[in-house]
């Protein structure tokens, strides 16, 4: 591939913010408020999950360090443990993460079909899922370009939402929030919203093989990517409950809307629903960049079709692959809430799958692990066993029903990966 057709630091960290900051920041905080029932729960459920994400990046760092390879997140899978996990664990993530873009993409439509009358939602969803196909057909420069400008516009929109403290008076809490729940018990479920919240740069090693340098300027790009995620919520969180406060942040629901109308009276509700549309754009756009990379890595080692495989070596574009997760992507969208139903159940599995990926590092050969890298995956590791426990506990029935899918897709690719080996090992 061009160099000029490869990714930067710069678009890298752009990458790993995008992945981050999708329409969570601009809703999670009122359930975290809720959930946690005190400032005190509240502030130290982001600021934990801030130090479990930056261990997470940490942790995940180093494997792209080891394993620079496009589509990493499934030979990591692959080459420390057994194609089947990493066969299963990937098409649910791929499942999970198809479903999203298309409940995002469901989102922004909504906040612009009053603009196209007669238009269903559907529609209007798809369309935008088919103009950054589009997009992405054209190269991995151009898409990498416009999703810096895309991140950019969100950044900036955080920024105003954070300027507001030193603009607007603060808002005093009007009554004391009534819970009923323990202590352990209200933080766990209000660590569960922020960590998810948090969750997305893992997926930035699927660019590994799409990198400058990739040896040096992917693991700097997903710390320094973290580390402005985590200032960024935390400011945010502190605007969040100095404007609304801290009570009704809790039953607020527009929370962003609510901000922004503060600092820029009626106007602001239309400068919001055209910055949270480029939010849709901006998650879309970069799930579309990461997981045809994942399916083409899979195409590759023969788990699924070889024509996954095909590719415009020249742009960086992985059409086939890109075709698929459209359609999957628009198939969610007319699906609607059974795919909802099914997100719910592979968010416990979520956690789990990136216990088991960041476990990788202690089996992928590369230099020797630090102390500190040590430390922040074990602790990494324990927190999300710790996550998926409180999923479990509290949703029982997604913690049953989602291990009972991934021992379904476990054993689906057992066989498939078996007779993959099989073939593999004929032509060799």
């Known amino acids: 591939m061009k160099t000029t057709n490869k990714l930067r630091f ?46 997470g990046a940490l942790g995940f760092a180093a494997i792209g360090r080891r394993m620079p390879v496009s589509g990493a997140y499934y030979r990591i899978f692959a080459q420390a443990y057994h194609p089947s996990i990493a066969f299963a664990i990937n098409i649910l993530i791929l499942v999970s993460n198809a479903a999203s873009s298309a409940g995002v993409a469901i989102i922004g439509a909504e906040y612009i079909s009053a603009y196209f009358p ?23 420069r151009t898409s990498a370009n416009v999703q810096n400008i895309l991140i950019g516009i969100k950044v900036i929109m955080l920024f105003c939402v ?19 729940q323990g202590l352990m018990e209200s933080f766990g479920l209000a660590l569960i919203a922020v960590s998810f919240t948090y969750g ?21 790009a997903i710390i320094l990517g973290v580390i402005i995620i985590i200032s960024l919520y935390l400011c945010a969180n502190a605007a969040y409950v100095h404007v609304i406060g801290f ?17 820029f009276g009626n ?58 997760f459209t359609l999957l992507s628009i198939i969610c969208v007319f699906a609607g809430k059974s795919f909802e139903t099914i997100l719910n159940y592979t968010i416990f599995l979520d956690s789990i799958g990136l216990a088991v990926g960041i476990s ?18 074990g602790f990494f590791i324990l927190s999300c066993l710790y996550t998926s426990c409180n999923i479990f506990i509290f949703d029982t029935q997604a913690g049953v029903y989602g291990s009972a899918l991934f021992a379904a897709i476990f054993i689906c690719g057992w066989f498939i990966t078996k007779k993959s080996q099989v073939v593999t090992h004929h032509n060799v």
Not at 200 to 220: S, W
Not at 307 to 322: C, I, M, P, Y
């Open 247 to 263: 009570s009704q942040l809790a039953q607020a629901k527009s929370i962003a809307a609510i901000v922004v109308q503060s600092l």
């Open 118 to 140: 007669g238009i269903h939602t559907s529609i209007l969803a798809s369309m935008m899922i088919i103009a950054l196909f589009g997009v992405n057909l054209l190269g991995l």
């Open 360 to 377: 990788t590092l202690y089996r992928l050969k590369g230099e020797k692990i630090s102390p500190l890298i040590h430390a922040a995956t």
């Open 10 to 55: 710069f678009d890298i960290t752009m990458m790993v913010i995008s992945l981050v900051i999708g329409m969570g920041i601009f809703r999670a905080p009122a359930t975290v408020a809720l959930r946690a029932g005190n400032e005190t729960l509240f502030y130290a459920a982001w600021i934990l999950g801030g130090i479990i994400a930056m261990c």
């Open 200 to 220: 997305g740069y893992q997926q930035t090693i699927n660019f590994g093989g799409d990198i400058v340098d990739k040896g040096n300027t992917l693991p700097k």
């Open 267 to 324: 106007a602001g509700s239309l400068l919001l629903s055209a910055v949270l549309v480029i939010s849709v754009f901006g998650y879309i756009n970069v799930s579309m960049l990461s997981n045809p990379r994942v399916l083409q890595a899979m195409s590759e080692d023969g788990v699924l079709p070889k024509t996954w495989a095909k590719s415009k070596a020249e742009k960086g574009v992985h059409v086939f692959a890109l075709i698929i």
């Open 162 to 180: 954070i300027s507001a403290i030193g603009i607007v008076p603060e808002m005093q809490s009007t009554a004391p929030l009534i819970h009923n």
